[in-house]
């Protein structure tokens, strides 16, 4: 299974970025996903997630600012952030909750993406 992060770049304060991620590989069911952050000098932490229903959850710093999405079926996750700051300035990891199958058993981990970087200069 893996997770294949795209988007990210450079953006002005104020402006708008998307971050794009698909799961690939034979996985028997997909449940949460999810968006992590990673600022230098800093531990990563959460930002926003969705269940497999399309409850979302987020972080309180970038509530009204940020909108995660999924398709189940291409298996993608997105984020698409506006009124960028410069705090928002960090690694961005994508995350799934997967089951896979493997024989006759079911094993459930959480995949990770490879982290795209996000810039916001002021």
């Known amino acids: 299974v893996q997770l294949q992060a795209s988007g990210g770049g450079l953006a002005q304060a104020g402006g708008s970025l998307s971050l794009s991620c698909e799961v690939s590989?034979?996985?028997?069911?997909?449940?949460?996903m999810a968006w992590y952050r990673q600022a230098p000098g800093k531990q990563r932490g959460p930002v926003a997630s969705?269940?497999?229903?399309?409850?979302?959850n987020y972080e309180d710093s970038v509530k009204g600012r940020f909108t995660i999405s999924r398709n189940n079926v291409k298996k993608t996750v997105s984020l698409q952030m506006t009124s960028l700051k410069p705090e928002d300035t960090a690694v961005y990891y994508c995350?799934?909750?997967?089951?896979?199958?493997?024989?006759?058993?079911?094993?459930?981990?959480?995949?990770w993406g490879q982290g795209t970087q996000v810039t916001v200069s002021s």
């Open positions: 995350s799934a909750t997967v089951k896979v199958l493997t024989g006759d058993q079911i094993h459930e981990f959480d995949a």
């Open positions: 590989g034979n996985t028997f069911s997909i449940h949460d």
């Open positions: 969705i269940t497999t229903s399309g409850s979302t």
